[in-house]
């Protein structure tokens, strides 16, 4: 099979043309979404290439004396070859064809073997474009089947010149499909394995309600910016909020309040936070940052900073839902290192400090106001 490199790829329509001029709409059974499913699943579509693949058309071509094989995954757009051996042309570059150049698409439909001795006298295939463009004459398509019985696409051998299959031929293709799809569904698996533990990770390092890290993830990310910073000597800040007045929604307008503000101030603390920061909830109403490349000079603006966000969104909830933060910040600098656990200590100690001054500031406006 070969292919013109100067010859411009075809345009994937969503229809097959024939020579004709006509469009045929697709088979039911190329779009069926379970199908479509385990396609994706497979992570081999759109130009992938497969080592394993690409050794089992070598050994096609060498075994059945054909100048081309490919391992082709037929979707609903066209055909991908993440297994190829002697494919020329834009379709060798690109890994596929449109469905308009695809004759292993009648595999999948027919779910069976399509042999083709000569393209220009078959029925089926005899105006498909790839006859002329690629020089596809004789063409041997056995179907790649899942466990559960779906057929995938096929491994297909072509040559450009009439070709009588003999039924070795056709029991030598049928055994390394067999063995191309080993590989398709081994690489499945392990897509869904590594899927499965990223969002089993997630759970293990995030909070459930608000979607921030919880203390175990935040602690996992701030470990590797300490071993940055101790490499940079870029000074961070800590910092531990918490929440005054969180514990009054509960009580007066009942925990799916208190979750939904919970969740607005998780989202308030990321939308003014960079992407290098860490934004965290450790559990109840508090909260720990981390503030990259934040010095003792930003301390204060920080502090203004948390505290002004909490403000808006004050201005904007009933006044029973309303509340406002005590805040302690801890820095890192290169000159006085800190451990993560004393940064946090710190942190703590000093919104404690906050939380006192603030009730001493309004037992003071409350007496005050007492002996007016």
Not at 15 to 32: F, K, M, Q, V, W
Not at 94 to 123: K, Y
Not at 169 to 191: F, P, W
């Amino acid at each position: 099979m070969s292919g013109s490199a100067s010859t411009p790829a075809p345009k994937q329509e969503p229809y097959i043309s024939t020579a004709n001029g006509e469009h045929i709409t697709r088979d039911p059974r190329l779009t069926s979404p379970v199908r479509l499913a385990a396609l994706r699943a497979s992570g081999l579509l759109d130009g992938t290439s497969n080592g394993v693949l690409d050794r089992l058309t070598r050994l096609v071509t060498r075994l059945l004396g054909v100048p081309t094989a490919m391992v082709s995954l037929v979707d609903d757009r066209g055909q991908h070859f993440p297994g190829q051996a002697g494919l020329a042309g834009w379709a060798g570059e690109q890994r596929g064809t449109p469905l308009s150049h695809s004759f292993c698409q009648h595999v999948v439909t027919s779910n069976a073997i399509l042999l083709v001795q000569d393209a220009t006298r078959h029925p089926l295939v005899h105006d498909n474009p790839a006859v002329r463009e690629l020089g596809v004459i004789a063409y041997a398509g056995v179907p790649l089947r899942t466990a559960e019985g779906l057929t995938l696409g096929a491994l297909c051998a072509i040559h450009s010149t009439p070709v009588v299959w003999t039924p070795e031929q056709v029991a030598i293709l049928e055994d390394l499909a067999a063995a191309a799809m080993a590989e398709i569904e081994l690489r499945s698996t392990i897509r869904s394995l590594v899927a499965t533990q990223v969002k089993l990770q997630s759970q293990v390092s995030r909070d459930e309600l608000t979607g921030l890290l919880n203390r175990r993830g935040f602690m996992e990310q701030a470990k590797r910016h300490l071993a940055l910073s101790e490499r940079t000597e870029a000074p961070f800040l800590v910092a531990a909020l918490d929440l005054d007045g969180f514990k009054s929604i509960n009580d007066t307008s009942g925990h799916e309040a208190g979750d939904t503000a919970l969740q607005e101030i998780a989202a308030l603390l990321t939308s003014v936070c960079r992407a290098s920061d860490i934004v965290a909830r450790f559990g109840g109403d508090e909260f720990v940052l981390l503030l990259a490349n934040s010095g003792v000079d930003q301390m204060h603006r920080v502090r203004e900073r948390l505290h002004e966000a909490i403000d808006r969104r004050n201005q904007v909830v009933p006044i029973e839902r309303r509340m406002t933060s005590s805040i302690g910040i801890a820095v890192w600098t290169p000159k006085h290192p800190k451990s993560l656990a004393l940064l946090q200590r710190q942190a703590d100690e000093a919104m404690y400090d906050d939380k006192r001054a603030a009730r001493a500031r309004r037992a003071a406006r409350s007496t005050a106001a007492t002996a007016g």
